[in-house]
Structures are given as structure tokens and as C-alpha cells.
């Protein structure tokens, strides 16, 4: 990742925080990029993607983990309505 953090001006150790996200599972990929907050509303920070729900790279045990972190935030009901909308 060195060349990488060069050329964007990041860290080496950036590059790989932000390429560990690619480590979700897909499904919740999917709804991190879906999710719907109002503007400068953040329902969980990308450091508690990686301190919380990365600290398994067992797919069952991140969804278990994400539906936790959502439940805490209150983004459970923002998430249902996102995917009805969608549906």
C-alpha cells in the first residue's frame, strides 16, 4: 500500500485502515453505501466499523455486531426504511 499512500498523500497505516474496510461483509458493504441520515448525521463512525465490527472477520459475527451497533444508535428503524424504500 506504500505506492498508494504516496500518490493520496496518506499514510501507509491509512491505507490499510481504509482497505480493512473491504473486510465487511458484503451485505453490510452494501448497506453502509444505502444508508440514509440527515445531512452531518453520522449513525456509526468508521472507527467503530473498525474497532468494533472488524474485530471479527467472521461474516456471522459482524452482522451480529452491526445489527448491535445500529440498535445503539437508532439507526435499526433508518435502515428498515431505506430498504422498503428501495424495495
Do not use: C, N
Not at 473491504?22 to 453520522?42: K, M, S, W
Amino acid at each position: 500500500y506504500a505506492d498508494m499512500a504516496r500518490s493520496l498523500g496518506f499514510t501507509r497505516a491509512r491505507v490499510t485502515q481504509i482497505m480493512d474496510l473491504l473486510l465487511l461483509a458484503a451485505d453490510i458493504q452494501e448497506e453502509i453505501l444505502f444508508l440514509e441520515v440527515a445531512p452531518g448525521a453520522q449513525p456509526i463512525s468508521e472507527r467503530a466499523l473498525r474497532d468494533g465490527i472488524l474485530k471479527s472477520l467472521d461474516w456471522l459475527e459482524q452482522r451480529h455486531r452491526w445489527a448491535a451497533a445500529l440498535r445503539a444508535k437508532g439507526g435499526a428503524e433508518r435502515l428498515k426504511s431505506a430498504k422498503a424504500d428501495t424495495a
